[in-house]
């Protein structure tokens, strides 16, 4: 073999170690050369493919017509076609497989030589994955685009990588005015950069970020719920309009705070609590009353009576059970220690399907309504049965005075003045409000009246407080005392005079005494009088004390020794002093 035979053409080299098919065509479209590669991408080898025309090696039969008549035009025109570019286009194999091929075809001129070369490379692997990638790419689309969640996926420039439809809708915008552009194209101004400097943290701390914000599109102001996630891009935000949403926060807020001011100002101390009855609110008036700080942790339950407690825990058990509401009356301790009676009121509060979400209260102070009933309900009792014993009295004076000896018009002035001393004692306890009246009031309302000089009556005494009963019986009995001595006694004559003296001994008794002197000579009564039986009877068992009437020539003394644990009603350092002569009298 001669050295210019073993020489190899640049043709047949490329030839030879062209990784892609390679296929020579002379002008009459016959295949002049054929390498190992086309042998095995197209199946035909490189004997039976010369020579042949090349469309029917691998030119799928429909294309074949087009081809030829690419070919005849070039030739007589000079029409580039498809030369010197890249281009996809089917091919077939031998055994009449279709398949995607990427062509390039070249013109060689060798002289009065025509011929052209193209490059053929499978990609049918390519276009596999291609596709395999844009149905994943399809299939991840329609997820985003199903999302309620509006998306805006950017690189690291903040340029728009894809968007989903949620994003289309809110930004009223379309795919191709977004996508491609950046965040500063899309959204210009001050309003935004702030967004964008967001984004830019999320870029360079690589680290989540999510956040609300006011927004102003041009049609409106809203508010933004935004979490911006970094990814291997750049950035994929997340938003969503949640303006319904502060709105009703808003709302709600001012509806808590008009709630919260409601129950500070009302007269009462207010409380809520859960479904399961865990208190969650006190209001103001319930710290200030019980004395406690608002941060401790104290169970209001502990603040009843415990004479209560065990009465308004069962109230509160069978409120949980039954979901319906509750009164009672229970006393609750004040700051100081001292108890007080409240009317506590709950009622559930329901959720939209009817069950109890929560409990509200309510705690009026009743203890001065309460005290006042009890009084109201002591002094109608007390009404009754004084009621009674007035008629009883009434009846008693009556008969004892209109059955004497005096002569009617006598009886009837007397019987007159029995009754306005009476009526005065009565004045004294309904002031007093049937507790009681001092003894040095007594005296000085019956005796009073009665006396056209004042200094002929002396007083003298420590306070000393009386029951209702027993008041009413020593006003009738210094009335009495006071008739007698004007009409027989001393006080008949001008120089006549009374002490009327009491004191209380060191053993609780009250010892006292009426003394007469500058009257006429007094002698025992031949027969007992209505006074008399007053005085020793009457006065002595309401006292229950000892009563003595002695008729000295001096003067009438009646003498009265009676325990003061059955009269007094206060200490004496609690009552007012008493002054005689009383002013104004007359």
């Known amino acids: ?213 006011p927004w102003n599109d041009g049609r409106g102001t809203m508010w933004l719920e935004i979490r911006a996630q970094p990814t291997p891009e750049g950035v994929a935000v997340f938003y969503r309009d949640v303006t319904k949403r502060k709105t009703a926060e808003a709302v709600l807020r001012d509806s808590e705070a008009r709630l919260l001011t409601l129950a500070n100002v009302a007269p009462a101390m207010v409380w809520m609590s859960s479904d399961r009855g865990e208190v969650e609110f006190l209001n103001d008036r319930w710290f200030a009353f019980t004395g406690v700080s608002p941060g401790a942790e104290v169970d209001p339950a502990s603040l009843l009576h415990p004479d209560d407690a065990v009465r308004a825990a069962k109230i509160w058990e069978g409120a949980l059970k039954t979901g319906k509401g509750f009164e009672a009356e229970l006393r609750v301790r004040r700051g100081d220690g001292q108890f007080r009676w409240f009317l506590s009121r709950s009622e559930p509060v329901l959720d939209r399907e009817g069950g109890v979400a929560g409990w509200i209260g309510a705690s009026i102070d009743i203890d001065d309504r309460r005290r006042a009933q009890e009084r109201l309900e002591l002094m109608v009792n007390e009404l009754n049965h004084r009621v009674k014993n007035n008629l009883a009295a009434v009846q008693s004076l009556a008969a004892q005075t209109f059955r004497g000896t005096l002569s009617l018009p006598e009886a009837r002035e007397a019987f007159t003045a029995r009754l306005m001393a009476l009526s005065r004692a009565h004045d004294i306890l309904t002031r007093q409000q049937w507790e009681g009246a001092q003894l040095a009031k007594i005296a000085t309302d019956v005796l009073a009246p009665n006396l056209a000089n004042l200094a002929a009556v002396t007083l003298e005494g420590p306070p000393v407080s009386l029951g209702p009963n027993a008041a009413l019986t020593l006003s009738m009995a210094f009335h009495e005392l006071c008739t007698n001595a004007l009409k027989y006694g001393a006080l008949s004559r001008p120089e006549g005079r009374v002490a009327l003296t009491w004191a209380v001994e060191p053993s609780g008794m009250l010892h006292l005494t009426w003394t007469e002197t500058g009257g006429p000579k007094v002698s025992p009564p031949a027969a007992t009088g209505f006074g008399s039986r007053l005085l020793t009877r009457s006065l002595a068992a309401e006292l229950r004390g000892v009563v003595s009437l002695a008729f000295d020539e001096a003067g009438v003394v009646c003498t009265i020794d009676a325990p003061l644990d059955h009269g007094r009603l206060a200490p004496a350092s609690a009552l007012p002093q008493i002054t005689w002569p009383p002013e104004g009298a007359f």
């Open 1 to 213: 073999m001669t050295t210019d035979a073993k020489k190899v053409s640049p043709i047949g080299l490329v030839l030879e170690t062209a990784l892609d098919a390679t296929v020579i065509m002379g002008v009459d479209g016959r295949v002049r050369d054929w390498n190992r590669q086309a042998e095995a991408t197209f199946g035909w080898s490189r004997q039976e493919a010369l020579g042949r025309p090349m469309a029917e090696l691998i030119i799928p039969e429909p294309d074949r017509p087009s081809h030829t008549e690419g070919l005849r035009r070039h030739l007589e025109t000079g029409a580039p076609g498809i030369l010197n570019r890249r281009i996809e286009v089917v091919a077939t194999d031998r055994e009449g497989r279709l398949f995607p091929v990427e062509l390039s075809v070249a013109r060689i001129d060798d002289g009065d030589d025509l011929s052209f070369v193209g490059f053929i490379r499978d990609i049918s692997d390519r276009l596999t994955a291609q596709q395999a990638l844009q149905v994943e790419r399809d299939r991840s689309q329609s997820v985003l685009d199903n999302m309620l969640d509006a998306l805006v996926l950017m690189d690291r420039d903040l340029r728009v990588l894809q968007v989903n439809q949620a994003a289309l809708r809110m930004e009223g915008r379309s795919a191709e005015s977004m996508l491609g552009r950046t965040h500063e194209e899309i959204w210009p101004g001050p309003e935004a950069e702030r967004l964008r400097q967001r984004y830019r943290e999320v870029l360079g701390a690589q680290v989540a970020l999510a956040f609300e914000e």
